[in-house]
């Protein structure tokens, strides 16, 4: 008994449905998948909603382009519609439309017989329906052509003063009552509208449509009809099945988000009518991912250079849409409008793919500003190949768009200038930051740009000066972006050199990168004179942290513990010692290194100022006796010897002129 009841209670909302249709002389046929209960009770779940009207079989017959009714009576009027001829009777005409009663008047005062010509909207194939009904012949209704036949009895006036149950109530009655009630029916009827907008403006069909669908994404699915939930997982039968008021229906289940299942549905309107649905579901409230999901659909369906990700969201049967480069950019600028603007709603790949779209088809400067903006709000989700933009063709300066990425490098730093101030991260969090991970990025891009001869200094110094230096925990990726770009430019200045040089912070290179600066010739050589200092310092301090370890292995040593030491023990005392020594080699190697540069630096300070006094004197006559080998090195000895007296020999005189 509880079981009847339950089934009784869920097809309750359908039987509704059949009494509403039925009370206009209705007879509503579900067109459909077929389902099937374990009673052998068999329902039809409603796709497109179809009323059949009349009861005349084979009332016309088609010759060529022509229609002729079948009753056997000669007709007396032809109706011509575009490329179509239909050669009617006056009465079924006349006692149902009140535009054909005056036409028919006025052309049955005409010599040539009564001709009359039509410009009804939804063109041949509609006054073929109409003529239909004016017969009482068999048709259907259905969503398709209901908007056609609505605006076509608006025009030929068939109210209800020409007949109880005209056209127009027949037609108004099925679009408010049926079609505007589920998803599918009213996104046909709208999409109908598309051939015949000014008329079914006049009548207000498209915004009954649009309010209608911008509904149904925020009701609840079980209204819908939709198989019921439970516990976040469609019920399924035991075959796998779902099942709708427990009636199994054959189908498997959706892997897909229960927010877009709406998504490829709308990408068949015209974006016309697509933006006005847009707008009416942001009105209704409508969550701004679910409108952006819908946006990057629609765009990746009719814009080439956007490619769909062939992965499990991707839309079955996808096929890129047909549009004129001006339509193109049209669609660009108003999806870039459409577009909430709250982060992340839409991948960052998306946003690259629209932005070089608006490139290349030269979009409006407001839309590729706000196009970088948007990328600038989420930079850190960006990836390195997306960063990659190519120069236009009439832009042939450098390889890559540099000062595009440098102006959503500005924007992402004005958002987030105050959540990456130094003081607000330590060091273990730095690690995980959007700042840094947008640092990196950028030390990356810099590198794959850094080979293009036509670079200039300035700028590629420009982008690498952007990122504040606390978002690099180390610059070994800006030392191997400036090491390319050095490469590839050999001709640079030694002050262009130096100026890209100095952003390296040479405390904040690794060991191997600090291993690779000093053997670099390519460096100035106070840059490779402030490697080898810090590589030093460090290691020094790696040398006192393992000379420590070993002083305490070695007190350990001296009073073992009742088990005594173990082979791993000692087989870890012996490679820590190793790898001390190692250390101490290599330190000591640095510092002779480093003596025998400074000491080439102070020989090639004095050769250079003795050789311009040398110039001097040779222009005004003069000759000087340089000073010999011994007294420089007595001179140098000063800082080996601090009890030593300076023995600067100060009795030799400067020999008087020739002159």
Same mark, same amino acid.
């Given at each position: 008994?509880?079981?009847?009841?339950?089934? +009784?209670?869920?097809?309750?909302? !359908?039987?509704?449905?059949?009494?509403?249709?039925?009370?206009?002389?209705?007879?509503?046929?579900?067109?459909?998948?077929?389902?099937?209960?374990?009673?052998?009770?068999?329902?039809?779940?409603?796709?497109?909603?179809?009323?059949?009207?009349?009861?005349?079989?084979?009332?016309?017959?088609?010759?060529?382009?022509?229609? +002729?009714?079948?009753?056997?009576?000669?007709?007396?009027?032809?109706?011509?519609?575009?490329?179509?001829?239909?050669?009617?009777?006056? +009465?079924?005409?006349?006692?149902?439309?009140?535009?054909?009663?005056?036409?028919?008047?006025?052309?049955?005062?005409?010599?040539?017989?009564?001709?009359?010509?039509?410009?009804?909207?939804?063109?041949?194939?509609?006054?073929?329906?109409?003529?239909?009904?004016?017969?009482?012949?068999?048709?259907?209704?259905?969503?398709?052509?209901?908007?056609?036949?609505?605006?076509?009895?608006?025009?030929?006036?068939?109210?209800?003063?020409?007949?109880?149950?005209?056209?127009?109530?027949?037609?108004?009655?099925?679009?408010?009552?049926?079609?505007?009630?589920?998803?599918?029916?009213?996104?046909?009827?709208?999409? =109908?509208?598309?051939?015949?907008?000014? !008329?079914?403006?006049?009548?207000?069909?498209?915004?009954?449509?649009?309010?209608?669908?911008?509904?149904?994404?925020?009701? &609840?699915?079980?209204?819908?009809?939709?198989?019921?939930?439970? !516990?976040?997982?469609?019920?399924?039968?035991?075959?796998?099945?779902?099942?709708?008021?427990?009636?199994?229906?054959?189908?498997?289940?959706?892997?897909?988000?229960?927010?877009?299942?709406?998504? &490829?549905?709308?990408?068949?309107?015209?974006?016309?009518?697509?933006?006005?649905?847009?707008?009416?579901?942001?009105?209704?409230?409508?969550? %701004? @991912?679910?409108?952006?999901?819908?946006?990057?659909?629609?765009?990746?369906?009719?814009?080439?250079?956007? !490619?769909?990700?062939?992965?499990?969201?991707?839309?079955?049967?996808?096929?890129?849409?047909?549009?004129?480069?001006?339509?193109?950019?049209?669609?660009?600028?108003?999806?870039?409008?459409?577009?909430?603007?709250?982060?992340?709603?839409?991948?960052?790949?998306?946003?690259?793919?629209?932005?070089?779209?608006?490139?290349?088809?030269?979009?409006?400067?407001?839309?590729?500003?706000?196009?970088?903006?948007?990328?600038?709000?989420?930079?850190?989700?960006?990836?390195?190949?997306?960063?990659?933009?190519?120069?236009?063709?009439?832009?042939?300066?450098?390889?890559? &768009?540099?000062?595009?990425?440098?102006?959503?490098?500005?924007?992402?730093?004005?958002?987030?200038?105050?959540?990456?101030?130094?003081?607000?991260?330590?060091?273990?969090?730095?690690?995980?930051? %959007?700042?840094?991970?947008? =640092?990196?990025?950028?030390?990356?891009?810099?590198?794959?740009?850094?080979?293009?001869?036509?670079? *200039?200094?300035?700028?590629?110094?420009?982008? =690498?000066?952007?990122?504040?230096?606390?978002?690099?925990?180390?610059?070994?990726?800006?030392?191997?972006?400036?090491?390319?770009?050095?490469?590839?430019?050999?001709?640079?200045?030694?002050?262009?050199?130096?100026?890209?040089?100095?952003?390296?912070?040479?405390?904040?290179?690794?060991?191997?990168?600090?291993?690779?600066?000093?053997?670099?010739?390519?460096?100035?050589?106070?840059?490779?004179?402030?490697?080898?200092? +810090?590589?030093?310092?460090?290691?020094?301090?790696?040398?006192?942290?393992?000379?420590?370890?070993?002083?305490?292995?070695?007190?350990?040593?001296?009073?073992?513990?009742?088990?005594?030491?173990?082979?791993?023990?000692?087989?870890?005392?012996? =490679?820590?010692?190793?790898?001390?020594?190692?250390?101490?080699?290599?330190?000591?190697?640095?510092? @002779? @290194?480093?003596?025998?540069?400074?000491?080439?630096?102070?020989?090639?300070?004095?050769?250079?100022?003795?050789?311009?006094?040398?110039?001097?004197?040779?222009?005004?006559?003069? *000759?000087?006796?340089?000073?010999?080998?011994?007294?420089?090195?007595?001179?140098?000895?000063?800082?080996?010897?601090?009890?030593?007296?300076?023995?600067?020999?100060?009795?030799?005189?400067?020999?008087?002129?020739?002159?």
């Amino acid at each position: 008994m509880n079981w009847f009841f339950y089934r +009784f209670v869920a097809f309750l909302p !359908h039987f509704a449905q059949i009494v509403r249709c039925c009370k206009f002389g209705f007879f509503l046929e579900a067109v459909g998948s077929r389902f099937e209960s374990k009673s052998g009770i068999r329902l039809h779940c409603a796709e497109m909603a179809c009323v059949k009207l009349g009861s005349k079989t084979d009332a016309f017959q088609r010759q060529g382009q022509a229609w +002729f009714c079948t009753s056997g009576l000669p007709s007396d009027v032809v109706v011509e519609v575009e490329e179509m001829s239909f050669h009617l009777h006056k +009465f079924p005409l006349l006692s149902r439309s009140g535009v054909m009663e005056r036409l028919v008047e006025e052309a049955s005062q005409g010599e040539e017989g009564c001709v009359i010509k039509l410009d009804i909207p939804g063109g041949a194939k509609t006054f073929e329906t109409v003529a239909k009904f004016c017969y009482g012949a068999k048709l259907e209704l259905t969503a398709a052509n209901v908007v056609y036949l609505r605006c076509a009895a608006e025009y030929l006036e068939m109210t209800e003063e020409y007949g109880e149950g005209n056209l127009i109530s027949r037609t108004e009655s099925f679009l408010d009552q049926v079609v505007l009630e589920t998803w599918n029916d009213s996104l046909q009827a709208l999409q =109908a509208c598309d051939d015949i907008l000014s !008329h079914a403006e006049q009548l207000g069909i498209p915004r009954r449509c649009i309010d209608s669908l911008a509904s149904k994404p925020c009701a &609840d699915r079980k209204l819908l009809g939709w198989p019921v939930m439970e !516990h976040g997982d469609p019920l399924q039968s035991p075959a796998g099945s779902l099942l709708w008021n427990g009636i199994s229906t054959g189908a498997q289940p959706n892997s897909s988000s229960s927010e877009d299942w709406w998504y &490829d549905d709308a990408s068949v309107l015209s974006f016309a009518l697509y933006k006005r649905l847009i707008l009416a579901m942001q009105s209704q409230g409508v969550k %701004p @991912e679910i409108i952006a999901g819908s946006l990057n659909s629609y765009a990746k369906k009719y814009l080439p250079g956007l !490619h769909w990700s062939r992965g499990p969201t991707a839309p079955r049967n996808h096929q890129v849409g047909s549009l004129s480069e001006e339509d193109q950019k049209l669609l660009v600028e108003e999806i870039d409008y459409l577009l909430p603007l709250e982060k992340g709603l839409v991948p960052s790949k998306f946003l690259f793919g629209l932005l070089k779209t608006a490139r290349i088809l030269r979009a409006s400067p407001l839309c590729v500003s706000n196009l970088e903006k948007r990328i600038g709000l989420q930079l850190d989700q960006a990836a390195l190949e997306d960063l990659l933009m190519p120069t236009l063709m009439y832009s042939m300066e450098t390889l890559y &768009d540099v000062d595009c990425v440098s102006r959503i490098l500005d924007h992402f730093l004005a958002m987030d200038q105050v959540a990456a101030s130094p003081g607000s991260f330590d060091e273990g969090q730095l690690l995980l930051t %959007p700042m840094t991970m947008v =640092a990196k990025l950028i030390d990356g891009y810099l590198a794959e740009v850094a080979p293009d001869v036509n670079l *200039k200094p300035p700028k590629f110094e420009a982008l =690498a000066a952007a990122v504040p230096e606390y978002a690099r925990p180390l610059d070994d990726g800006l030392y191997r972006s400036i090491d390319i770009y050095l490469k590839s430019h050999p001709w640079l200045a030694d002050a262009d050199r130096d100026h890209l040089c100095r952003l390296i912070d040479c405390q904040k290179l690794s060991l191997e990168a600090c291993t690779h600066a000093a053997q670099n010739e390519r460096l100035p050589l106070r840059t490779i004179i402030q490697v080898l200092f +810090f590589e030093q310092l460090q290691l020094r301090t790696s040398v006192a942290g393992c000379m420590l370890v070993s002083d305490n292995l070695d007190i350990s040593g001296q009073a073992p513990d009742e088990e005594g030491w173990t082979t791993k023990a000692v087989r870890e005392k012996h =490679a820590l010692k190793e790898n001390m020594d190692n250390m101490r080699s290599r330190v000591s190697e640095l510092e @002779e @290194e480093c003596w025998k540069m400074r000491e080439e630096i102070r020989n090639l300070g004095r050769t250079k100022r003795l050789s311009i006094w040398g110039n001097v004197a040779k222009k005004l006559g003069f *000759k000087f006796q340089m000073c010999s080998a011994e007294e420089g090195s007595v001179c140098n000895q000063k800082e080996g010897n601090d009890n030593s007296k300076l023995r600067n020999d100060k009795e030799k005189k400067i020999p008087t002129s020739n002159v």
